[in-house]
């Protein structure tokens, strides 16, 4: 696969094609007046393109300083198992190795399945021996 092909931005997606990938993965719909207010208060975006189109994206939110929360890591069904995921992952480990300082916490929840992916950039899974359990609510 050759990345050079597709163009890497480090820019907001807009709200439509944000939904509309977060759809084609199975995600669901959501408040597009949310969706907008989410992408605006990210800390950090990288988009991938093949052309126009959207075919993957991470983004970090968080506070900035002592917690970041690598977000909405997704690729476009019709280009998975290309490397895109790397690429977009590279890019958001680049980010947070210049910005995270000692004694910051950077988290995230796996995709059932995906687990072993972030695990490659060093991610841990939970439990463990002096964690437990991840968890989160949904509204």
Known sequence: MNLNAYSI???SPSVEEFSLLR???GWGESDV???KNSLTNSLFHVVIRDNT???GMGRVIGDGAMYFYVQDVVVDPDYQKQGIGKAVMDHIE???LEVAKKGSTIGLLAAKGKEEFYSRFGYTLRPNG?????MCKFI
């Open 130 to 134: 002096s964690l437990g359990n991840g």
């Open 9 to 11: 931005i480090f820019e």
């Open 23 to 25: 759809t084609k993965v």
């Open 53 to 55: 189109k959207l075919i």
């Open 33 to 35: 007046e949310m969706a």
């Open 94 to 96: 680049s980010y947070l």
